[in-house]
């Protein structure tokens, strides 16, 4: 259950109500592929970096541990450790982008592993039958997901099967919660509005899906290589078709500015692999700006990553010793780099809540959208 505490023009403050605790929002989902955070973070270490959701990807535990292990083991929260709100992605993107051949039909695609080549259906009752066996707390329904540009016949072709197969998700996930065998009888569905960069196309979408009376609602088949500008388009004009009492979550975003950009837009829930990605490349984000650790510069550097930051790795280790690390190929680098990042996401969703709180959220917005898009 969503509960709107204030607004500040369209921007959202909010609380999401789950069985697995609650959601303060605007909110930062970490991307957990695999049930883990790659870098080497766990799910203790994610409590103390302030993280309220885990994310985790269908298509990817399918495949391997595959599903029905996980559900002999207690479910993903019980797998993983993980004790707060799971959110699992329908796999829908990932067969999509992963799969290099694949049959798409009214009753759902036909498509080979990317593991080991084995012929996989995936469909509405697929997926919410794996993400039923994974026990998270919020299932997404099984959608189409559209490469951009697209033609607008196919997309509109697109969004009357992406709204069949949530009406089928919708209806196997009820059947699906009723079983006595069911790892989590309150497992909640989001559906996900399509329709490219097509504005007319994606508020006719809107209007159709918000009728359902979903848990949630999500803006998928955005951030894949559109302009920012255009991202933010597609959203000011279906956010007033989204249902006000629902929460909204904008998938696969993105950078600080990007979600301070769609804060204002109304949107409450992010997700991106970016933070713990780049991490493990040496970019990193800081309240001055974007920096690159393997830089000449930090070489002697014996300041922390931030020195405004309170993460356990800047109260502790140095620019240099951490550049040392990533250089000389040791695998804790990539524990401390991505620790640093996530707490850093975390934290700046606090800071965008604390601001809304305090109906200050404008300015907060115009000082940080300067600051934190910079490459020092």
């Not at 012929?119 to 997901?145: H, K, V, W, Y």
């Not at 069949?164 to 009888?185: F, Q, Y």
């Not at 550097?301 to 790795?313: A, F, G, H, K, Q």
């Not at 640093?340 to 404008?362: G, K, Q």
Request: aromatic share 8%; charged share 25%; net charge neutral.
């Amino acid at each position: 259950m969503y509960e709107l505490i204030k607004k500040e023009n369209s921007a959202r403050r909010g609380r999401f109500v789950t069985n697995k605790g609650v959601i303060e929002t605007p909110a930062f989902m970490n991307v957990a592929t695999a049930g883990a955070i790659k870098g080497g973070v766990s799910a203790k270490d994610l409590k103390e970096l302030g993280c309220q959701v885990m994310l985790s990807n269908t298509y990817h535990l399918h495949i391997r541990p595959g599903d029905e292990v996980i559900k002999s083991c207690g479910g993903l929260h019980k797998f993983s450790t993980w004790d707060g709100p799971i959110l699992t992605d329908s796999g829908g993107f990932q067969v999509f982008s992963l799969a290099k051949k694949k049959d798409i039909t009214d009753e759902g695609v036909v498509f080979h592993s990317h593991v080991d080549g084995r012929r996989i259906f995936m469909g509405p009752e697929e997926s919410m039958t794996i993400q039923s066996n994974l026990g998270s707390t919020i299932a997404m329904a099984f959608d189409e997901c559209v490469e951009n540009p697209a033609e607008y016949s196919y997309s509109a072709k697109s969004l009357k099967r992406t709204t069949a197969w949530l009406k089928r998700s919708k209806a196997k996930l009820a059947e699906l919660n009723k079983r006595e065998d069911t790892v989590n009888p309150q497992q909640m569905l989001f559906g996900i509005n399509q329709g490219c960069t097509f504005n007319d196309l994606r508020i006719e979408h809107m209007k159709e899906i918000a009728d359902l009376d979903l848990d949630g609602y999500a803006i998928g088949g955005l951030a894949v290589g559109e302009p920012a500008e255009v991202m933010y388009d597609v959203i000011e004009h279906v956010e007033p078709f989204m249902p006000a009492d629902k929460i909204r979550y904008l998938m696969g975003v993105g950078t600080p500015v990007n979600i301070l950009n769609a804060v204002e837009c109304g949107v409450d829930l992010f997700d991106c692999v970016m933070p713990s990605r780049n991490a493990r490349h040496g970019h990193l984000f800081t309240s001055k700006g974007i920096i690159n650790i393997n830089n000449n510069k930090y070489e002697y550097d014996m300041t922390p990553i931030d020195e405004n930051c309170s993460c356990p790795v800047c109260k502790r280790y140095s620019k240099a010793y951490i550049r040392h690390l990533l250089k000389a190929g040791e695998m804790l680098s990539g524990r401390l780099l991505v620790a640093h990042n996530l707490w850093f996401y975390n934290h700046f969703m606090e800071d965008i809540r604390n601001a809304l709180d305090e109906n200050r959220f404008d300015a907060f917005k115009k000082e940080k959208e300067e600051i934190l898009g910079r490459r020092l």
